[in-house]
């Protein structure tokens, strides 16, 4: 399955593919970068950059500057990770910014 994430909302587009990665599709989202985070302006810039600068650069929390990346992460936090059926729905899920060739 392709899916256009170009205005869409990330929480919404997020709950949609974790769920088909779940049910063993596999899910291909491009556009990652015009992808909406929606909220308070503020709260949002706020929360991001309380997590950027908590810790050392070194030892981490490492957290993701690039579009693709960013999305992927909010992904992985509704699914199970930890477990083997999260694990092998989150192989199943790839992220691009702009359309591959």
Known sequence: MIIDANNLILGRLGTFVAK?????????????????????KY??????DKRLHRGTPAKGPFTRKMPDRFVKRA???????????????????KCYMGVPD
Do not use: H, Q
């Not at 709260?43 to 991001?48: L, M, P, V």
């Open 20 to 40: 088909n990665a779940l049910l063993g599709e596999k899910i291909d989202i491009v556009n990652c970068e015009n992808a909406v985070v929606t909220g308070d």
């Open 43 to 48: 709260d949002i810039f706020g929360r991001y």
């Open 75 to 93: 992904i992985r936090g509704m699914l199970p990770y930890k477990r083997e059926r999260g694990r092998e729905a989150f192989k199943n899920i």
